[in-house]
């Protein structure tokens, strides 16, 4: 895809050049991931709340708009330019929802070179839905001191040898974005059947992204790397749920086995 623009001007009719998408190998790489050898299942789920178009009368309508991107697609979207593209249907009239979702599978999937789903929910749905919690133990709970905030896997270390099934959850987490650094937060649950993980370090653990910048879909992958490496849980699932920005946030969920997590909205997105 084209260089990022850091300067872009907003643009109102639909425009697909506006997407920006990256390679993940590059960063994959860094995590000692060989390409087409993936050690665990993907999904990156982002939710536009924000998403508006005209129908053929020009009167605009409104939903929240879904996408799924597999983990295993050559590339990721970049978010700044998934604002500016959805925001280019805006004043763009469209016949019915069939012909979005075309435009929009056609462009995802380019950009992505994989196939990405696409659904529209009418506000009335995203009402009934309601808002959802991890279920687990909250990291958050344990009174400790915590004085790194620059990325430290050797945190991580295992309470004994006992086998535990665990899911545990922080809404602590706070990381960078690399093209702009703006803080970026989210709420991590880690999910795994193995030697028990002690608490105190893995919170520690995942604070210390505090000033690490690094994309979201990035930040999933090097959790469940590090765990794997300092802990080699049996099997192992990380979500990444990210707060909106320019109304979208991301949920990036990497595993071992391809059932995902409970797709759940939570009390900041």
């Given at each position: 895809?084209?260089?990022?623009?850091d300067?872009?001007?907003?643009?109102?009719?639909?425009?697909?050049?506006?997407?920006?998408?990256?390679?993940r190998q590059?960063?994959?790489?860094?995590?000692?991931?060989?390409?087409?050898?993936l050690?665990?299942?993907?999904?990156?789920?982002?939710?536009?709340?924000?998403?508006t178009?005209?129908?053929?009368?020009?009167?605009?309508?409104?939903?929240?708009?879904?996408?799924?991107?597999?983990?295993?697609?050559?590339h990721?979207?970049?978010?700044?330019?998934?604002?500016?593209?959805?925001?280019?249907?805006?004043?763009?009239?469209?016949?019915?929802?069939a012909?979005?979702?075309?435009?929009?599978?056609?462009?995802?999937?380019?950009?992505?070179?994989?196939?990405?789903?696409?659904?529209?929910?009418t506000?009335?749905?995203?009402?009934?839905?309601?808002?959802?919690?991890?279920?687990?133990?909250?990291?958050?709970?344990q009174?400790?001191?915590?004085?790194?905030?620059?990325?430290?896997?050797?945190?991580?270390?295992?309470?004994?040898?006992?086998?535990?099934?665990?899911?545990?959850?922080?809404?602590?987490?706070?990381?960078?974005?690399p093209m702009?650094?703006?803080?970026?937060?989210?709420?991590?649950?880690?999910q795994?059947?193995?030697?028990?993980?002690?608490h105190?370090?893995?919170l520690?653990?995942?604070?210390?992204?505090?000033?690490?910048?690094?994309?979201?879909?990035?930040?999933?992958?090097?959790?469940?790397?590090?765990?794997?490496?300092?802990?080699?849980?049996?099997?192992?699932?990380?979500?990444?749920?990210?707060?909106?920005?320019?109304?979208?946030?991301?949920n990036?969920?990497?595993?071992?086995?391809?059932?995902?997590?409970?797709?759940?909205?939570?009390?900041?997105?």
């Open positions: 895809m084209a260089g990022y623009k300067e872009q001007e907003y643009q109102t009719m639909y425009t697909p050049s506006l997407l920006e998408s990256f390679p590059q960063q994959r790489q860094t995590l000692g991931i060989a390409e087409g050898a050690p665990f299942e993907g999904l990156d789920t982002w939710n536009a709340y924000e998403f178009w005209l129908n053929q009368k020009g009167k605009p309508e409104v939903a929240v708009l879904q996408l799924q991107v597999p983990g295993k697609s050559s990721f979207i970049e978010s700044k330019s998934l604002k500016l593209y959805l925001g280019s249907f805006s004043n763009t009239p469209f016949a019915n929802r012909e979005i979702i075309r435009a929009l599978e056609s462009d995802l999937t380019l950009a992505t070179q994989a196939s990405v789903g696409v659904v529209l929910r506000p009335e749905q995203v009402q009934l839905e309601g808002m959802g919690q991890f279920t687990g133990t909250n990291l958050d709970l009174d400790i001191e915590i004085n790194e905030y620059q990325w430290n896997p050797e945190l991580l270390v295992l309470e004994s040898s006992v086998t535990r099934r665990e899911s545990v959850y922080t809404h602590l987490f706070k990381s960078l974005c702009t650094g703006q803080p970026d937060f989210a709420s991590i649950l880690v795994y059947n193995g030697n028990s993980i002690n105190e370090g893995l520690r653990y995942l604070v210390s992204f505090r000033e690490h910048a690094e994309f979201a879909e990035q930040v999933a992958e090097r959790i469940f790397v590090d765990i794997m490496n300092r802990c080699a849980p049996e099997r192992l699932a990380v979500s990444a749920r990210y707060t909106r920005r320019g109304g979208i946030d991301i990036a969920h990497r595993m071992h086995d391809e059932g995902l997590p409970a797709e759940v909205r939570l009390w900041r997105q």
